[in-house]
């Protein structure tokens, strides 16, 4: 599952990998990821939701058939 995340999480924009980054791994708020990025609050908020987002959607998308075709075959 690392590895399927980590093939995702390359596929984002740069921005929104940092944005992730700062949030999850140094644990910033939305507030201090817009101070470090040099942007505002809502961009800050809107990369983490449109990440988050990305990463939800295609989980499923790339992974389930061929955990289906496992399991039924």
Known sequence: ????LN???NRLPPRQREALY?????????EQIAEVMH???QPATNL???ALTFLRQHWH???L???LVM???
């Open 1 to 4: 599952q690392l590895r399927r």
């Open 7 to 9: 093939h995702l999480l």
């Open 22 to 30: 700062l949030k999850f791994y140094q644990n910033l708020t939305n």
């Open 39 to 41: 942007i505002g609050y």
């Open 48 to 50: 983490i939701y449109r």
């Open 61 to 63: 998308e790339e992974f």
């Open 65 to 67: 058939p061929a955990l």
């Open 71 to 73: 399991v039924f075959s």
